[in-house]
């Protein structure tokens, strides 16, 4: 299902990686170490100010929910706020299951994981973070979660990344060392670790590499580091002190990735890609991480209602004017509609393809098209298909590839156009190609009903 690398608006692209399957690849040039800071309650500007002003701070956590968030006072508004006021970058923070000893919230299960995931990215786009803009969320899984049911937990922890990926953001874990260590070993595919360990008491001048518990997991400008905790600040009350050598996320409505164009000799465009836009209610666009191009795809149940409830829509930009030929993926693990309509927007013409979805398991054509130099040319997949929704027939939104006409190479349904079945296809780019540097590749809290300072809930560590 996805273009796993995201394109980054960046000046400097070096050197090419081979990136995993749910691992969204950034250029290093974007990634700095910084000095940041967290806190349950939010910070005023005023508060943030001080310090960046006085402690050199230049980022913050945010806790935008989960059944366990101790958080107050995080609003979209209140984060514009504060970058308006210093200029900061952002972690938001979802706080999900954990122990029952932490929260009364306890189910550590795949599906849990997967739900809350749904959930973090629909809060993320509430609070004007984008998908498939290469911004990042962590998850917050406490080092006693982890140690009172290690096997629970990694279960759960991979739900979560599944859906969050799935939903076109960075997945980040934030625990004890130990808690980490185990996920990256299981397999996980965690974009980045931050990892709560207080041998300090202040802001130092230390950096993630100074961590040493992670041994060489996770030190390749995607690690960081809460150093020390409730630190009495004057002027900004009780904050912790961190570390990061990570993406973060710019100010909401902001962007670490865009739309790339493509070159004359096409590309593919998945659904986690900066030029796909899914719409309409997020419940109901569903992510998931065992079918499709690159083995993840949405769907959503179709209906026969006049006007479309979600969609999907792949933008177009083109470097070079010609007639080029348009492939949908289609998995059949998912796909069910029989009379999807493609509405393709191209050089100003408009018209519609019909496909039956069922038809192909993998590319099949939508067809040749003449498109212009430029933007503002898309392909617009709408759910009211025409098909009830008491049929609860799956509409599948996945991997669009552009070729030249002369090349194009469609698939006839038996791989004969020398792609890969498992959606791998060499011969062409995508959209993120070839990116300078390495895996944008994450945090404790609270328990809810522990007793908490003026400012924050006290934590230790993680554990």
Same mark, same amino acid.
């Given at each position: 299902?996805?273009?796993?690398? &995201?394109?980054?608006?960046?000046?400097?692209?070096?050197?090419?990686?081979?990136?995993?399957?749910?691992?969204?690849?950034?250029?290093?040039?974007?990634?700095?170490?910084?000095?940041?800071?967290?806190?349950?309650?939010?910070?005023?500007?005023?508060?943030?100010?001080?310090?960046?002003?006085?402690?050199?701070?230049?980022?913050?956590?945010?806790?935008?929910?989960?059944?366990?968030?101790?958080?107050?006072?995080?609003?979209?508004?209140?984060?514009?706020?504060?970058?308006?006021?210093?200029?900061?970058?952002?972690?938001?923070?979802?706080?999900?299951?954990?122990?029952?000893?932490?929260?009364?919230?306890?189910?550590?299960?795949?599906? #849990?994981?997967?739900?809350?995931?749904?959930?973090?990215?629909?809060?993320?786009?509430?609070?004007?973070?984008?998908?498939?803009?290469?911004?990042?969320?962590?998850?917050?899984?406490?080092?006693?979660?982890?140690?009172?049911?290690?096997?629970?937990?990694?279960?759960?922890?991979?739900?979560?990344?599944?859906?969050?990926?799935?939903?076109?953001?960075?997945?980040?874990?934030?625990?004890?060392?130990?808690?980490?260590?185990?996920?990256?070993?299981?397999?996980?595919?965690?974009?980045?670790?931050?990892?709560?360990?207080?041998?300090?008491?202040?802001?130092?001048?230390?950096?993630?590499?100074?961590?040493?518990?992670?041994?060489?997991?996770?030190?390749?400008?995607?690690?960081?580091?809460?150093?020390?905790?409730?630190?009495?600040?004057?002027?900004?009350?009780?904050?912790?002190?961190?570390?990061?050598?990570?993406?973060?996320?710019?100010?909401?409505?902001?962007?670490?990735?865009?739309? $790339?164009?493509?070159? $004359?000799?096409?590309?593919?465009?998945?659904?986690?890609?900066?030029?796909?836009?899914?719409?309409?209610?997020?419940?109901?666009?569903?992510?998931?991480?065992? $079918?499709?191009?690159?083995?993840?795809?949405?769907?959503?149940?179709?209906?026969?209602?006049?006007?479309?409830?979600?969609?999907?829509?792949?933008?177009?930009? &083109?470097?070079?004017?010609?007639?080029?030929?348009?492939?949908?993926?289609?998995?059949?693990?998912?796909?069910?509609?029989?009379?999807?309509?493609?509405?393709?927007?191209?050089?100003?013409?408009?018209?519609?393809?019909?496909?039956?979805?069922? $038809?192909?398991?993998?590319?099949?054509?939508?067809?040749? &098209?003449?498109?212009?130099?430029?933007?503002?040319?898309?392909?617009?997949?709408?759910?009211?298909?025409?098909?009830?929704?008491?049929?609860?027939?799956?509409?599948?939104?996945?991997?669009?590839?552009?070729?030249?006409?002369?090349?194009?190479?469609?698939?006839?349904?038996?791989?004969?156009?020398?792609?890969?079945?498992?959606?791998?296809?060499?011969?062409?780019?995508?959209?993120?190609?070839?990116?300078?540097?390495?895996?944008?590749?994450?945090?404790?809290?609270?328990?809810?009903?522990?007793?908490?300072?003026?400012?924050? #809930?006290? #934590? #230790?560590?993680?554990?």
């Amino acid at each position: 299902m996805r273009l796993t690398i &995201f394109l980054l608006v960046l000046a400097v692209v070096a050197a090419c990686t081979d990136p995993d399957p749910h691992t969204n690849v950034v250029s290093q040039a974007a990634i700095s170490v910084q000095r940041g800071t967290d806190t349950a309650s939010v910070l005023t500007p005023s508060e943030a100010m001080v310090l960046a002003n006085s402690y050199g701070v230049t980022w913050t956590g945010v806790y935008i929910g989960g059944a366990c968030n101790a958080g107050s006072g995080w609003t979209k508004a209140a984060v514009t706020a504060i970058a308006n006021a210093t200029g900061w970058t952002f972690m938001p923070i979802w706080v999900g299951s954990e122990a029952s000893s932490i929260c009364s919230q306890d189910t550590l299960t795949y599906a #849990r994981g997967m739900s809350d995931g749904v959930s973090t990215a629909s809060t993320m786009a509430s609070f004007g973070w984008g998908p498939n803009l290469s911004i990042p969320v962590a998850l917050d899984v406490e080092g006693g979660t982890y140690d009172a049911d290690p096997t629970s937990t990694t279960t759960y922890v991979q739900g979560w990344l599944d859906a969050v990926h799935a939903a076109g953001y960075l997945g980040y874990i934030y625990s004890s060392s130990t808690g980490i260590v185990h996920f990256a070993n299981a397999g996980l595919a965690i974009d980045g670790a931050w990892v709560a360990d207080w041998p300090y008491t202040t802001f130092e001048s230390v950096t993630p590499s100074d961590l040493t518990t992670l041994g060489t997991l996770f030190n390749n400008h995607n690690r960081a580091w809460q150093y020390c905790g409730d630190v009495a600040i004057s002027g900004a009350g009780d904050v912790d002190c961190d570390t990061s050598d990570l993406l973060l996320a710019p100010a909401p409505d902001g962007a670490n990735a865009t739309c $790339a164009t493509l070159p $004359a000799a096409g590309g593919i465009i998945d659904q986690t890609d900066p030029c796909f836009d899914g719409g309409g209610p997020t419940g109901f666009m569903r992510p998931v991480t065992d $079918a499709g191009y690159n083995d993840d795809l949405i769907w959503t149940h179709t209906t026969n209602a006049a006007a479309e409830a979600n969609y999907g829509q792949w933008n177009l930009t &083109f470097a070079q004017a010609g007639t080029y030929h348009v492939d949908v993926y289609t998995a059949a693990a998912y796909a069910q509609s029989k009379q999807a309509a493609y509405a393709v927007t191209a050089a100003g013409s408009a018209s519609t393809v019909v496909i039956d979805q069922t $038809a192909v398991d993998g590319w099949q054509s939508l067809g040749d &098209f003449a498109f212009a130099a430029g933007g503002a040319q898309e392909i617009h997949l709408g759910d009211n298909t025409g098909e009830a929704g008491s049929g609860n027939v799956q509409l599948v939104f996945d991997a669009l590839r552009v070729t030249p006409s002369n090349a194009s190479g469609s698939d006839d349904g038996d791989g004969s156009d020398g792609s890969d079945r498992d959606g791998s296809d060499s011969s062409l780019p995508t959209h993120g190609g070839c990116a300078a540097g390495g895996d944008a590749s994450l945090f404790a809290a609270i328990p809810m009903l522990l007793a908490r300072r003026r400012r924050r #809930r006290s #934590r #230790r560590g993680g554990s």
